[in-house]
C-alpha cells in the first residue's frame, strides 16, 4: 500500500519560513519524481517544485528563490523549504509522487499551510 503522509505545515507571519516534510512507503522512492503541489481556496491545484530521481529541480515562477525542494533516498522523505513567505502562499500542500513508465501517480492527503498576521 503506498502512502505519502505529509507534515509541517501550520500558520506562519508572513516573511516567515516554515519546512513541510513528505514522507514515503510502499514505493521505491528513489525510481519517482518527487513534487509539491499547492490548492488555496477557490483556485485550482497547482505545481509549486519537483526533484527528479537524478535531483533535477523545477520550480514555478511564484516561488523561485523563496522555496527550496530537496529528498532524502535513504529516508524515502522528500522536503520543501519554504522561505520569505507571503499571504498568497496560503493553501493546502500536497505530496505527489510519479513515475512515467510504468505510470503511477499517488498523492498525499495535504498539509496547510497558513500566512497570516
Known amino acids: 500500500q503506498v502512502q505519502l503522509v505529509e507534515s509541517g505545515g501550520g500558520l506562519v507571519q508572513p516573511g516567515g519560513s516554515l519546512t513541510l516534510s513528505c514522507a514515503a512507503s510502499?514505493?521505491?522512492?528513489?525510481?519517482?519524481?518527487m513534487g509539491w503541489y499547492r490548492q488555496a481556496p477557490g483556485k485550482e491545484r497547482e505545481l509549486v517544485a519537483t526533484?527528479?530521481?537524478?535531483?533535477?529541480?523545477n520550480y514555478a515562477d511564484s516561488v523561485k528563490g523563496r522555496f527550496t525542494i530537496s529528498r532524502d533516498n535513504a529516508k524515502n522523505t522528500v522536503y520543501l523549504q519554504l522561505n520569505s513567505l507571503k499571504p498568497e502562499d496560503t493553501a493546502v500542500y500536497y505530496c505527489?509522487?510519479?513515475?512515467?513508465?510504468?505510470?503511477?501517480?499517488?498523492w498525499g492527503q495535504g498539509t496547510q499551510v497558513t500566512v497570516s498576521s
Open positions: 526533484i527528479s530521481s537524478g535531483t533535477s529541480l
Open positions: 505527489n509522487a510519479f513515475r512515467r513508465i510504468p505510470n503511477y501517480n499517488y
Open positions: 510502499g514505493i521505491l522512492f528513489s525510481n519517482y519524481v
